[in-house]
């Protein structure tokens, strides 16, 4: 079966410093993959997709980029973070072409 | 901005009673719908979908209703149980898009 991991669970970074969120799946080949944000009590707002090595999509402009190195595997990254940056950070992956998308348990990242 | 949202935020029932939670969207090119189910500190989870093609579907204890007619989406949760207890979200595929837009969601409380 498809397993999908993100880490570390939770993360406190100061203003200024650099980040990076690691997500891997595991049991499938090909993914589409997401990065989401979640505020506090709110939907979820997409950051980023990718299709494909390589292959990203930008959602909207921000103090984010991400990156896919190899297939299953996801990075989320900033240069210097800003307080703006807080919040649940979640990782979903997607068969290619299809739905539904399948979700990490998330990275809560708190700026100082 | 997000064209999917919720009619109520906060739903609470009597464990074993049936729920009833809504969603409205506004794109009527919308042809796929998910339910997620979030617990505190996770990761939504995929509860059940529905194309635009069909106006009911049924899972174990859940049911999604489809109205295109009035843009609204409906989950049933049957005979509730303390477990059921989450913020649950809708949330609408556009055409062949690979973008999920998310409504707000909806906090649903079992009591005992």
């Known amino acids: 079966s498809q397993t999908i991991h993100q880490w570390p669970a939770t993360l406190v970074q100061p203003v200024g410093s650099p980040l990076s969120l690691e997500c891997t799946v595991e049991?499938?080949?090909?993914?589409?993959l997401y990065w989401y944000r979640q505020a506090a009590g709110r939907g979820l707002q997409l950051l980023f997709y990718?299709?494909?090595?390589?292959?990203i999509s930008s959602e909207v402009p921000q103090n984010l980029s991400a990156s896919r190195p190899q297939d299953r595997q996801f990075i989320l990254s900033s240069k210097k973070l800003l307080l703006s940056d807080s919040g649940f950070y979640l990782c979903?992956?997607?068969?290619?072409?299809?739905?539904?998308?399948?979700f990490g348990d998330g990275t809560r990242l708190s700026i100082l | 901005g997000e064209s999917v949202g919720l009619h109520l935020p906060t739903l609470s029932v009597q464990e074993g009673d049936n729920s009833i939670i809504n969603c409205a969207y506004s794109?009527?090119?919308?042809?796929?719908f998910i339910w997620y189910k979030q617990e505190s500190g996770k990761g939504p989870q995929f509860i059940i979908d529905?194309?635009?093609?069909?106006d009911k579907r049924q899972g174990q204890r859940v049911t999604v209703l489809l109205n295109k007619t009035v843009k609204h989406l409906s989950l049933q949760i049957a005979a509730t149980q303390p477990g059921d207890s989450a913020v649950y979200f809708c949330?609408?595929?556009?055409?062949?898009?690979?973008?999920?837009?998310f409504g707000q969601g909806t906090r649903l409380t079992i009591n005992p």
């Open positions: 979903a992956w997607s068969a290619r072409g299809a739905q539904p998308q399948h």
């Open positions: 049991g499938t080949s090909n993914p589409n």
């Open positions: 990718s299709v494909g090595i390589g292959q």
């Open positions: 794109n009527s090119a919308s042809d796929y």
């Open positions: 529905i194309r635009s093609n069909m």
């Open positions: 949330a609408e595929i556009i055409g062949g898009a690979q973008k999920l837009v």
